[in-house]
């Protein structure tokens, strides 16, 4: 695996090893330890180069492009801070700008560990960091502007007037994050756990491709005869492994927790924890996990804006695969690999609405066909016809049954 810089990257000086470092122990710290694990890496850059692989910005480059951060501008806000859309003025190109939050302690060393695993880490499914500003005590980070949002904007709480995300665009948004999972615990060496997978992170571009953002809390994972990165217990609520939660040891399984979580929304359209559901159903995997011994149960998960268009075949193995990834000792959790080559698969089994009976949400059997099926005639085995309506008269001069 090999380490690229950005094209077009400019000369500047890098500011981040004495203003962040300096500011803030903890980012030197971190700074340290992955500069030397991935030294090796950058030995055999095809380039040779050893520098960030970003460009540097000026904060008055970023406030041009934001229009001086209007509100217009604003697509969302997290923990990190707001995020922003902006044009460069130096190439014309749609950019996505993250403004750190000053008054977040947290932040200097979220921010750092991001600059360096995005510049260091490249895949189709994970968002392309396109540079960053670290002028006096502003720090920002500008990406590839991802055009649908995230998958949380298509999966929860939409307004009515906006298209539900149907069952081959879900499989295929599952099996490209996994790659994105992939890439992180099996190419990158050492690997990485992304420690933060949610709907929320998982960012659509044209033709819902996703992507993983959003690396401040990724660690690089145990290395040697290690099984685990003993680390402060962060991420979000609902996601976290319980083993991590629990310990705060983490492991290369508690991501794999994290993905089951997000696959289970993608099927159920529930969201990891939501409160204004019945008492019992507040948390997604505690909801699920006894249904999941029921086959007869498993069409009652699926989500109900599906209006039953799904495969039932494919509906199975998806929450089989949902199943493995949320068991409670990460032993018995699949490794990344087999999730993605099991959605790989589902992804390419391409499901045509028109060409299958609706599936029912209370039974295994397919749903009444349309009424205009019901009420065609039907030859039965000595040749007599009957109609299939439900209270229909028999035809002048027919035969009883036999």
Same mark, same amino acid.
């Given at each position: 695996?090999?380490?690229?810089?950005?094209?077009?990257?400019?000369?500047?000086?890098?500011?981040?090893?004495? +203003?962040?470092?300096? +500011?803030?122990?903890?980012?030197?710290?971190?700074?340290?330890?992955?500069?030397?694990?991935?030294? *090796?890496?950058?030995?055999?850059?095809?380039?040779?180069?050893?520098?960030?692989?970003?460009?540097?910005?000026?904060?008055?480059? $970023?406030?041009?492009?934001?229009?001086?951060?209007?509100?217009?501008?604003?697509?969302?806000?997290?923990?990190?801070?707001? !995020?922003?859309?902006?044009?460069?003025?130096?190439?014309?190109?749609?950019?996505?700008? *993250?403004?750190?939050?000053?008054?977040?302690?947290?932040?200097? =060393?979220?921010?750092?560990?991001?600059?360096?695993?995005?510049?260091?880490?490249?895949?189709?499914?994970?968002?392309?960091?396109?540079?960053?500003?670290?002028?006096?005590?502003?720090? $920002?980070? @500008?990406?590839?502007?991802? &055009?649908?949002?995230?998958?949380?904007?298509?999966?929860?709480?939409?307004?009515?007037?906006?298209?539900?995300?149907?069952?081959? /665009?879900?499989?295929?948004?599952?099996?490209?994050?996994?790659?994105? $999972?992939?890439?992180?615990?099996?190419?990158?060496?050492?690997? !990485?756990?992304?420690?933060?997978? *949610?709907?929320?992170?998982?960012?659509?571009?044209?033709?819902?491709?996703?992507?993983?953002?959003?690396?401040?809390?990724?660690?690089?994972?145990? @290395?040697?005869?290690?099984?685990?990165?003993?680390? =402060?217990?962060?991420?979000?609520?609902?996601?976290?492994?319980?083993?991590?939660?629990?310990?705060?040891?983490?492991?290369?399984?508690?991501?794999?927790?994290?993905?089951?979580? !997000?696959?289970?929304?993608?099927?159920?359209?529930?969201?990891?924890?939501?409160?204004?559901?019945?008492?019992?159903?507040?948390?997604?995997?505690?909801?699920?996990?006894p249904l999941f011994k029921d086959r007869r149960k498993f069409s009652q998960m699926a989500d109900p804006t599906l209006q039953g268009q799904f495969p039932m075949r494919g509906l199975y +193995?998806?929450?089989?695969?949902?199943?493995?990834? @949320?068991?409670?000792?990460?032993?018995?959790?699949?490794?990344?690999?087999?999730? @993605?080559?099991?959605? /790989?698969?589902?992804?390419?089994?391409?499901?045509?609405?028109?060409?299958?009976?609706?599936?029912?949400?209370?039974?295994?059997?397919?749903?009444? &066909?349309?009424?205009? =099926?019901?009420?065609?005639?039907?030859?039965?085995?000595?040749?007599?016809?009957?109609?299939?309506? *439900?209270?229909?008269?028999?035809?002048?001069?027919?035969?009883?049954?036999?």
């Open positions: 695996m090999g380490w690229f810089p950005c094209s077009g990257g400019r000369s500047k000086k890098n500011p981040l090893k004495k +203003q962040l470092t300096d +500011q803030n122990p903890s980012a030197a710290t971190e700074k340290h330890k992955l500069n030397n694990s991935f030294d *090796k890496k950058k030995e055999v850059s095809k380039d040779g180069s050893t520098h960030i692989a970003a460009q540097t910005f000026t904060f008055r480059e $970023l406030a041009n492009a934001t229009k001086n951060f209007r509100v217009e501008c604003l697509l969302g806000e997290g923990g990190f801070g707001r !995020v922003y859309k902006g044009r460069l003025e130096s190439t014309n190109q749609v950019v996505a700008i *993250k403004q750190l939050d000053r008054n977040g302690l947290q932040g200097n =060393r979220e921010f750092l560990v991001e600059v360096l695993m995005l510049s260091l880490l490249h895949h189709e499914n994970l968002v392309n960091l396109i540079g960053y500003c670290a002028d006096g005590d502003q720090r $920002l980070l @500008v990406y590839e502007y991802m &055009p649908l949002g995230s998958l949380e904007d298509h999966l929860h709480d939409l307004p009515s007037d906006k298209k539900q995300l149907d069952w081959n /665009t879900r499989m295929k948004i599952a099996a490209g994050a996994a790659k994105g $999972l992939e890439y992180l615990h099996d190419k990158a060496n050492p690997p !990485v756990i992304y420690r933060d997978l *949610k709907c929320s992170n998982i960012l659509l571009g044209e033709g819902y491709h996703p992507k993983l953002s959003d690396f401040g809390l990724a660690k690089l994972g145990p @290395v040697g005869d290690k099984t685990h990165v003993s680390t =402060r217990v962060m991420g979000t609520y609902g996601y976290c492994a319980p083993e991590y939660a629990m310990t705060g040891q983490l492991t290369l399984k508690s991501d794999v927790y994290s993905f089951g979580v !997000v696959l289970l929304e993608l099927i159920t359209g529930r969201k990891a924890i939501d409160n204004s559901r019945a008492a019992g159903e507040h948390n997604l995997v505690a909801w699920a996990r +193995q998806a929450l089989a695969v949902a199943a493995m990834c @949320v068991q409670e000792q990460p032993t018995m959790r699949p490794l990344i690999a087999d999730v @993605v080559t099991a959605l /790989t698969y589902l992804a390419s089994q391409t499901y045509d609405p028109e060409a299958h009976p609706v599936q029912s949400s209370s039974r295994l059997a397919p749903a009444t &066909p349309p009424r205009a =099926r019901r009420d065609t005639m039907e030859k039965k085995p000595n040749g007599v016809e009957r109609e299939k309506a *439900k209270g229909g008269t028999r035809n002048p001069g027919q035969a009883s049954d036999p």
